[in-house]
């Protein structure tokens, strides 16, 4: 098995954050009884929350593991494959969406610095950072449960497709992510790009839980009432760029861009509608 291509492939259509967001690696085509385990440590820079107008550098593991079954972990999804089919992926969909606290998501967890430009001076008189989102209710951490399809256009591009549901205090918001892919750009011997592009369509339950205000929150938060209906929810681009050091080390470094539209962008929470993310691991191949 050439270890190049397999590890480059691999990892090019995982992504390296937690979350709903999360795409799905393209199916591994092993022997039987065969698999692929990947571990790796990085560090990601990203927004607190979608739409804050600062950043947060926090410790980020790679896990990616891949089974001649179909069964693959891929960060915080799990997924199974299921098509036989050359061009098309289907199957079930697993996936842990962290916690949104007054922090941003995932709290204060992981993080190495949240201190942005704007905070540095207003640490000169208050001790405690500002956090835009107090007074709002914690979006509870889910594990979300849905299911995907991929269509290949050609062996280098494929559209993507997934739903996840389960997110919010009621377990009821629903996240719908479509999207293109290029994958298998080589750049010599060792080194490959892939760019991706897609849209996120949220239901009611979904943009309330993460764009919206409610009576009480309002009350405690400052905010006003704010009802965020289904909508189109954010719109991204994103390259990622992997350097085969050796044939069990990768070195995996990506930018996404996305940009909040429709109700999540005239949300009151909503200050830096446009967030960018950008993120680099080691990885190792067992």
């Known amino acids: 098995m050439n ?7 691999v990892l090019a ?13 393209a199916a591994n085509r092993m022997p039987d009884g065969s698999r692929d385990l ?7 820079a990203a927004p607190r929350y979608a739409g804050a107008d600062s950043d947060r550098l926090a410790a980020l593991p790679v896990v990616q593991f891949a089974w001649s079954n179909g069964v693959f972990v891929s960060g915080a999804t799990v997924g199974w494959h299921l098509s036989d089919s050359p061009t098309v992926e289907y199957g079930p969909l697993l996936a842990w969406q962290p916690r949104r606290g007054a922090d941003g998501d995932g709290d204060s967890a992981g993080a190495v610095t949240t201190v942005s430009i ?15 989102l ?3 209710d914690p979006v509870p951490a889910r594990a979300l449960a849905g299911g995907f399809m991929n269509v290949y256009l050609t062996p280098d591009w494929r559209l993507t497709n997934s739903v996840l549901a389960g997110a919010g205090s009621d377990r009821n ?4 992510r479509v999207g293109v892919q290029r994958i298998g750009i080589e750049l010599g011997r060792h080194h490959t790009l892939s760019f991706n592009a897609g849209i ?39 390259a990622r760029w992997n350097w085969a050091l050796s044939p069990s080390w990768l070195l995996t470094s990506g930018i996404d861009a996305g940009r909040l539209v429709d109700v999540a962008r005239h949300s009151p929470l909503t200050v830096r509608p446009t967030g960018v993310t950008a993120s680099t691991a080691l990885a190792f191949r067992f």
Not at 3 to 9: A, G, H, I, Q, S
Not at 38 to 44: A, I, M
Not at 118 to 132: Q, Y
Not at 173 to 176: P, R, T
Request: aromatic fraction near 8%; proline fraction near 5%.
């Open 118 to 132: 704007p905070e540095m001076a207003t640490m000169k008189l208050r001790l405690r950072l500002p956090h835009r």
């Open 38 to 44: 990947y571990v790796g440590l990085g560090v990601q």
């Open 200 to 238: 996120d369509i949220g239901n009611r339950a979904w943009n309330q839980a993460y764009s919206g205000v409610s009576l009480e929150e309002s009350s405690r938060s400052g905010y006003g009432i704010y009802h965020a209906g289904a909508a189109l929810r954010e719109v991204h681009v994103g």
């Open 134 to 136: 107090e007074g709002l």
């Open 173 to 176: 918001g629903v996240l719908w």
């Open 3 to 9: 270890r190049f291509p397999l590890v480059t492939l």
């Open 13 to 25: 259509l995982a992504c390296l954050s937690a979350g709903a967001g999360a795409q799905t690696p």
